[in-house]
């Protein structure tokens, strides 16, 4: 009975009577949103003959939560502890790991009030939200609240461990393979490739995962995601020996297998809507194509007032036709930085997966708003093609003996030049200024952060200038003459 | 865009063999002789039954001369300082950034010509392009375009006892009844909204190419601003109001800001049926290739600009302003017409929310995002939708010019500033602010301070003013683009500040006011002199 934590009993608790107070992540009864198992908790939960009576853990829900990793003696223990089996996994992710907060975000004012616009129910009840936000999407169940409440737990990354749970803690378990570990259900973490499919699910989503348009335009903010910077700002709970952070090259390797899996993602997403979409044309039901946040959230989303074709017309050459948004420049422009980032040996990898994400562009150009089903699948296949290249070269990227990533100006100068539109564009500065983190930071998880009181270098003078103002979500007021003047004083 | 259907009618004079001709004739000459008397009957003037589609067009030059004419009585273009229509296909600047960015010649493509030229022209084949010879199409917007084609009343209409004639008989001649509201709010509003059964839709990829964005649009007002070359029936002589009565054609409802009100529910409908109609001339799924590259449908401009053209920023503008039924992120119908038409309903006692009436079009655009064409082409509700909208205007027009006038402005004004406090954009505020502006000034309740006053705030606050074609056609910042800055900038708290009106005294003094009216206010004073009702306020100088 390891997993019988304290904090689990208080969990089973919480179970019975859904709007307890107790429990790290249930919000104040006044917060509850009026809803199923919202309201004052129950009386007489517990019995002075036998405070244990009628309570029996839930085998489902052992291998979920993550008070069954939390104990003091395994993964709930000091920093300090023994860093071998981990100890301070659970400690570090409940203190500083904002996945343990994904489901406190339900709560909050701007969530409720994205609910309401979407008028669906409470978003801690909704599985659209709780997939991302919560444990939910391991099961095909609804879980119980104080197993969601643990926000992106164990399970989220790890898999339900009701098959490996004991069989982890038993000594043979690191002689296993990893494939043996993987047939009990245990997700292997330790290389970059498997990270940033994990990540990518919520992160770039998938058909499962899908953050749309609808949740934007309620509130929701825009997806970016980049392994490498991520893993450099994340609390590190495990110990690095082993896995990729041992690796002297592991920004760089982060930085392009986490590229190249974002497209691989980006594609999967895109082929899963307007498969879907197809096929809700098909047979007459809604359908949800266009979907605006496969495109450039700036081509619409700025006011007339600061359109600088209206100002005085733009010179620069297009290479999509006026008033078409193109596809997320995101993914596309990390395309480009990765075919012109990588160095020898790897020089060129990237430019098969580059051409491919053009290809797309050029279609989702065309169609990009198509109504008939037989077009919305030929952005389908498309999608299925800049996939099965993504794949191959993540997997590529992911067996190289060593990553060299040299992001330099004169590389994607070319680049700019064919579409300086979409060069010149924020996202692509982003993407530029992702790569020299990656190339210039360095070293093992955290030691390239910049922390408070060192004088800001270069790279973060860059980084500062992509910051958006307080309040937007999206970079109003991005000065790209400002930045490549900046990004020329990078050593 | 796709297919775009013109105007019926070619630029070939067919007047030699017009079967009117010894009719005309003989019209001219009893007009000359001044034989045709007042009050004669109609049936002087035999009306054929011609259909309207065979008329051809004569051509402007036709019309002035006679219209042009200091002394013409009828109608005088020359002193109409303000016309602006008549030089709308310009070698500027902006034309050519356009043109090179869409790839097109401006003077060969459809959708530039529907709107900015007489309907007669054809897309000129290149080599005439520069041929400034080509009246039709460097004529700009000229008398027929809105009047109709001029072969079937131009001999008819010299004729003095023309006036006497129905409007329906005048139609039959092929002279459209702009007197009518309905008829000259659709005419309007076929450039100034859009009409895709016409070709008439700047398509979005125009507007990302660099063309001024077509805002909101008070038919009243713009009028007003472009400077009338007619007079309303209650501005002619009090012998000419008495004929009127008795011979049916004053269709022109019972004052300015009745007209607008009408006008308003015209343009709710047409802003509900642009996406419908532009998904009939679309035939499905519109695999034709559009006639601007890019402008296949969805033809985005058909939209509300402001669903998607916001600020990702929270507090979210976007999110204050509701979806009217709409899932949010979808781009919505054209959201300008709504307030005002809201009004419009509340006169005519038939209070309902405008969001209420499109909520048929608004169903079928959540379907899928744009709507889908299929959809879109027949909206279950449609039908009770638009009988709504009718019965509101009939019930607007069959109101009479009498006494009560004042107190019906006054009322009108009560109504459009409660509307007004609502609004939550500058497009849909300044319909609202421009009738609110005409209807004070003769309604009865406030003091001519007060009305002064309510004026002047609402001009300051959402911009009135409908300015003169910039000085430079290459001006840098013509006075659209301050526009949406202000629209980017306008506060509803500060607006409805503007729209609350001090409180009424019905039967309180109604003089005439003392005070000049504000000088940026577009809104002309109707002449006072012809005006036989005791009305305030219609004697001031500009």
Known sequence: ?491 | MGQVTRHPGTTQRRAAGSPFRPLGAAIVALAVSGAGACGAPPDALPVPQTPPADFTYKGAELCMRCHRSEQSEWCDVATSTAWRHDALFPANPRTRAMEEALGITAATTASCIACHTHPAAEPAPEEAIPEESNRFLHGGISCETCHGPGSGYFEPHLHANWRFLAAADKARLGMVDLRDPVRKTENCLGCHLGDARTGRVVPHAAYAAGHPPLGAFEVEAASAAMGPHWKRVWEKSERIQGLAATHDYHTEAASTSHRSLIAALVALKRSAFLVQEAAEVAGGTADAAPAVPGSAWPELALYDCQACHHDLVLPSRRQQVGYGGLVPGRPGLVRWPRRLAEAAFAVAEMPTAAEDIISPWVAALNGRPFGHPDDLRSPAGAGNAVARVDAAIAALAAVRRDGSLPARERQIAAVLGTVGERCTDLDGARPVGWVLSEAIRYADGWTAAERDLVRARLDTTLRLGIPGPPPRPDDPSPFWRSSLDAAAAFDPAVATEAFRLPAARPGASTSPRSSPAPQANPLRPVPGAAVPLELPATTVPR
Request: aromatic share 6%; with cysteine.
């Open chain 1, 1 to 491: 009975m390891r997993w019988f934590s304290a904090r689990f009993a208080a969990a089973l608790l919480i179970t019975i009577a859904p709007c307890g107070a107790t429990g790290r992540a249930a919000p104040p009864v006044a917060d509850c949103p009026t809803g199923p198992g919202c309201g004052p908790p129950r009386e007489a939960v517990a019995t002075d003959a036998d405070p244990y009576a009628g309570m029996a853990s839930d085998p489902a829900l052992r291998g979920l939560a993550t008070a069954s990793c939390a104990s003091a003696t395994c993964h709930g223990g000091p920093r300090g502890g023994n860093h071998a089996v981990q100890s301070f996994a659970a400690t570090t992710w409940v203190n500083a790991d904002p996945h343990a907060k994904a489901y406190e975000t339900l709560f909050t004012a701007r969530s409720v009030r994205m609910a309401r616009l979407l008028r669906i129910g409470p978003p801690h009840t909704e599985r659209q939200c709780l997939v991302c936000h919560s444990v939910q999407d391991v099961s095909p169940h609804p879980l119980p609240r104080d197993v969601l409440a643990d926000g992106v737990g164990c399970a989220s990354c790890h898999g339900d461990a009701t098959e490996w749970l004991e069989a982890h803690s038993l000594a043979d378990w690191k002689g296993r393979s990893p494939a043996d570990k993987a047939a009990v259900g245990f997700a292997d973490l330790s290389g970059a490739l498997e990270r940033a499919r994990v990540c990518a699910r919520c992160h770039v989503g998938d058909a499962d995962h899908d953050m749309h348009h609808d949740h934007v335009a309620a509130g929701h903010p825009r997806l970016y995601f980049e392994l490498a910077q991520l893993q450099r700002r994340w609390p590190r709970h495990w110990n690095p020996h082993g896995r990729a952070e041992s690796s002297p090259d592991f920004n760089a390797r982060s930085w392009a297998v986490g590229q190249a899996v974002a497209l691989e993602a980006a594609g999967t997403l895109l082929e899963a809507r307007t498969a879907r979409a197809a096929k809700a044309v098909r047979s007459g039901a809604p359908a949800r194509w266009p979907e605006y946040t496969e495109f450039d959230c700036q081509a619409c989303h700025r006011t007339l007032a600061t359109a600088p074709v209206l100002a005085a017309g733009n010179p620069l050459p297009r290479q999509l036709p006026p008033g078409t948004p193109g596809w997320q420049p995101w993914f596309v422009t990390a395309a480009g930085v990765l075919d012109a980032g990588l160095d020898e040996p790897l020089a060129g990898t990237g430019a098969d997966l580059a051409a491919r994400v053009a290809a797309l562009r050029r279609l989702l150009a065309d169609e990009w708003a198509a109504a008939d089903a037989a077009r919305i699948e030929r952005i389908a296949a498309e999608a299925r093609g800049v996939v099965r290249v993504a794949s191959r070269t993540a997997v590529t990227l992911a067996a190289a003996p060593d990553i060299r990533v040299a992001a330099a100006a004169h590389r994607l100068a070319p680049r700019a030049a064919t579409d300086p539109r979409l060069w010149r564009g924020w996202d692509a500065a982003a993407q530029t200024t992702l790569a020299l983190e990656a190339d210039r930071r360095g070293g093992p998880a955290a030691l390239g952060v910049h922390h408070a009181g060192d004088p800001p270098g270069p790279l973060d003078m860059l980084r500062e200038s992509l910051l958006h103002p307080a309040g937007f979500d999206a970079p109003v007021g991005f000065d790209a003459e400002r930045f490549q003047r900046q990004r020329a004083d990078v050593p």
